[in-house]
């Protein structure tokens, strides 16, 4: 009889384990892909720029910076960032400088 309590009560804690990995996986996807725009606040336009003028590249009111998808694999994310004067293609690989090309 104990043994079968304790069956049930095994049961019903991964039920409400897998209730609440249900609820908090899809909030945590979502916030991991508004890192970058959410941090402090800034645009992910802000933050691409404060990375690429860290490495020396000129970039004054960045305008916007649009994800490539087709361009990015896991842990390595590319944008096409837009500056007042000019555009590059920026590839953000975590814990190295960023591969940066300039487009125009």
């Keep these: ?3 079968e309590t ?3 009560s095994k049961l019903k804690f991964w039920q409400v384990l897998s209730i609440v990995t249900a609820i908090i996986t ?3 996807a979502a916030g991991s892909s508004l890192t970058a725009s959410a941090q402090g606040g ?3 336009a802000a933050v691409v720029a404060d990375q690429i003028r860290s490495q020396g590249f000129p970039c004054k009111g960045p305008i916007s910076a649009e994800r490539l998808d087709a361009e990015s ?3 390595e994310t590319a944008y096409l960032l837009r500056c007042d004067a000019r555009a590059y ?3 953000l690989i975590p814990d190295q ?3 940066v090309t300039s487009v125009g």
């Design 1 to 3: 009889m104990a043994k």
């Design 6 to 8: 304790e069956m049930k």
């Design 26 to 28: 899809p909030a945590c």
């Design 42 to 44: 800034e645009t992910a």
């Design 73 to 75: 694999v896991p842990n």
């Design 89 to 91: 293609r920026v590839l």
């Design 97 to 99: 400088a960023a591969i």
